[in-house]
């Protein structure tokens, strides 16, 4: 059982009302704790990912885009194997990497699983020595296809000639890539890029709105000039695929019709946050139905003043450039966290402070980098519990540890 109704809390301030409001104050903190025998050995802050979650996740995700054929799913979000292992055991072969490193895991993993050729974007604008090395990976798997981003029809000679090529397309984050009015630069690269031209990458997380409603208007009015876009380079060569939409607009681009009316060329759209959930999603998207399956696991360690109390999930375990609260604490819904420390996690609250030494699961603000800053994570899956490794975080140092492995 994953959910279990709560009384409701008195009113609060404003910023804790937010969590309130949210299903995760319903969450029942029992359905996450961990066996004694683990919590003795367990040094806190860890990370804990529970599998079982992914999966009803991954179920979830895939029933909204109708299969895995539309998912290209942005795996800088989770970065550990058995958790890459999962998506592919789903039906997943498309993805999305920000990092080499990411892509070089889970490529080891679908070789592990044995399954058919995984296609691979790197949705990151690669210069330099990281170009090189990805080049050397897509040499080395040549049944899989590994796909970059250009948005410059003057760096496409640059790109080693075992890569396909997306055009990265500004939507107006104003982040990377070309903006959506200057079609001829962006018919530039795919005209430079010839055969090796793959399609166009368009992020548009910059998506914002009070409501489903207004952030779906918002989109949709994006992805109309998408498709314009699209028709004009149509009628000088193929594009045979537009990558959307990561957690923010995924919904969105997912009922706009002209992509599911689409013949030669596929939609796919990219969340990958989606897999373990968070904080800031379930706070920001009131459509989204997901479960939070990746935790930190903390000891609360002092009692400052009245109602206030302090727990050992700092952020240099806990991301908090996200804002606040960069985490809400599972069966605490009158906890509000405040803005943490290097070491340390302050919570204000409205009932009675933990004991020292209580152990707190916190869901984060924002998953994707709390999971970069962990070397391991407790793996549980019902009664099975083990340790993992995140082999795809951080970055290398120098091309030369990659070369003759």
């Not at 691979?120 to 899989?144: D, K, T, W």
């Not at 876009?229 to 060569?237: E, F, I, K, N, P």
């Amino acid at each position: 059982m994953f959910y279990r109704q709560v009384q409701s809390a008195k009113k609060r301030p404003r910023i804790i009302d937010m969590a309130i409001e949210t299903r995760f104050s319903r969450l029942a903190v029992e359905d996450y704790h961990l066996p004694q025998d683990w919590t003795r050995r367990l040094c806190s802050p860890s990370l804990v990912v529970y599998l079982d979650r992914v999966r009803e996740n991954l179920r979830r995700i895939l029933d909204a885009t109708g299969g895995p054929e539309r998912w290209r799913p942005h795996v800088k979000t989770t970065k550990i194997p058995e958790v890459y292992a999962e998506l592919v055991n789903s039906g997943v072969r498309q993805f999305k990497c920000a990092t080499v490193r990411e892509a070089e895991t889970l490529m080891r993993v679908v070789e592990r699983k044995g399954s058919a050729a995984a296609d691979i974007l790197l949705a990151y604008p690669l210069v330099g020595p990281n170009l090189e090395r990805l080049g050397e990976l897509a040499r080395s798997h040549a049944n899989s296809v590994f796909s970059v981003l250009c948005e410059d029809p003057d760096a496409v000679g640059g790109i080693p000639p075992e890569l396909g090529i997306f055009v990265d397309v500004n939507p107006g984050m104003h982040r990377t890539g070309i903006p959506l009015a200057h079609a001829g630069e962006i018919s530039g690269v795919a005209l430079q890029a010839g055969g090796r031209f793959r399609g166009v990458h368009f992020y548009d997380g910059q998506i914002q709105g009070a409501t489903a409603g207004e952030r779906r208007e918002a989109a949709h009015r994006g992805y109309a000039a998408l498709m314009e876009l699209v028709g004009s380079l149509q009628a000088r060569t193929p594009v045979g695929e537009i990558v959307t939409s990561g957690t923010p607009a995924f919904r969105y681009a997912l009922d706009f019709d002209p992509f599911s009316a689409l013949s030669s060329t596929v939609h796919r759209v990219s969340p990958g946050t989606v897999v373990f959930h968070d904080l800031r999603s379930e706070q920001d998207l009131d459509d989204l139905d997901l479960l939070p399956a990746a935790v930190v696991f903390s000891r609360v360690v002092s009692h400052p003043r009245p109602g206030h109390f302090t727990c050992d999930a700092g952020s240099k375990s806990i991301a908090a450039e996200a804002g606040d609260p960069c985490a809400f604490a599972l069966g605490h819904p009158g906890a509000e966290a405040l803005t943490p420390s290097e070491e340390h996690l302050p919570f204000r609250t409205t009932g009675d402070c933990p004991p020292r030494g209580a152990e707190l699961y916190l869901v984060p603000r924002h998953v994707c980098p709390t999971v970069n800053l962990a070397e391991q994570a407790l793996l549980v899956d019902g009664d099975r519990i083990e340790v993992g490794r995140v082999a795809a975080r951080a970055h290398d140092l120098l091309i030369e540890r990659r070369t003759g492995r």
